[in-house]
């Protein structure tokens, strides 16, 4: 006889039951035999079983006949979730905002990647396919990155109106109260004004935190000691006030380009060598020149200001701005920026 032991139900070994129809060949039909059989026998067998969610462990308790007080729901970071059904991050480029936020979120997070196909009709049954898996996966966050080109709008042409079902397939779905805390949606873009008014409404993106460039010296300082351990560059610079004079308006992106010009120069005879001179890095700072145009970015600082729905994240400059100022002036670079 075999002693009990602690047994981990993957989500991936209900799935075979609970959606028969995906799983059509030969292959997959012995594998579902396997799981349908062998999976109530190991629960049952088990001391305790763990499960990732709720949503699991009702469907263990109904189809393998496993008792509930056998079984414990592991979340990933909290024994109960009390989230807003979206949240829309309002961010400005390079900031490397969809690493960043997979992980602190707390969730187990996916993110939504192409699903799209050629046939006819296959685009919508994968989106399906999707949604049904994220309903068997709660609590799970969705990581959408660069939202307002990935979902598009309700007036896309040239492919038959597939974009236009597959756009309100899913705010359908992003609207359903009932999987709030469950689901959490997470769309990411760096131009919000571009995101349709659909998804932007309570209900569906409910929060809208915007993400700026660093403001104080200490916020400054502490991305650049980042991006320093990142490159993996030793220096005896301990402030970025030390190399250069104005670090507005610098991106993580920006910084990493510079540290890596300055790692080329500094290491012209050494190419193992990781350490920089302080000379070497201020020389880089005052030769490099950001890609992007000033307006451009003034343009999407002020539509993240606007998009914005709690003024406790904003910076200290913008909280008090007047509205028709600030649409004023978003106006305006609007017209300068398309003469």
Known sequence: MLAPCPTIVQQRGTEYWAFPEYYPTLGDRVNRMYNVLSIPLFCRRAVRVLTNSDSLARELERVAGVPREKMATLYAAADELVLPAKLDFLSLPALDKT???????????????????????????????????????????????????????RNQQ?????????????????????????????????????????????????????LFYPETQDEHDALFKIMLKKAGITTTVTSIAEVT?????????????????????????????????????????ADFIPATSPL????????????????????????????????????????????
Not at 127 to 153: C, Q, T
Not at 298 to 308: D, G, P
């Open 99 to 153: 690493k960043a936020f997979a992980k602190e979120c707390g969730l187990t997070t996916i993110k939504l990647k192409n699903f799209r196909s050629k046939w006819v009709g296959a685009t919508e049954g994968n989106l399906e396919k999707i949604l049904k898996l994220l309903r068997s996966m709660w609590p799970v966050g969705v990581i959408i990155d660069e939202a307002d080109a990935f979902l598009g709008d």
């Open 158 to 210: 040239g492919d038959s109106g597939t974009s236009n079902r597959v756009f309100a397939q899913l705010s359908s779905f992003m609207g359903n109260t009932a999987y709030r805390g469950k689901i959490v949606w997470f769309l990411i873009t760096c131009r919000p004004d571009l995101l349709p008014v659909d998804l932007k409404r309570q209900g569906r993106a409910e929060e809208h935190l915007a």
């Open 245 to 285: 004079a104005d670090p507005a308006g610098l991106s993580g992106a920006d910084i990493e380009a510079i540290l890596a010009r300055a790692l080329l120069a500094s290491d012209a005879g050494d190419a193992n060598s990781t350490t920089v001179a302080a000379e070497t890095l201020s020389h880089a700072f």
């Open 296 to 339: 451009e970015r003034e343009l999407q600082i002020l539509v993240a200001v606007q998009e914005c729905t709690s003024r406790e994240v904003l910076p200290e400059r913008y909280r008090s701005m007047d509205r028709a100022e600030l649409m004023a002036r978003i106006n305006e670079l609007r017209m300068l920026l398309n003469s």
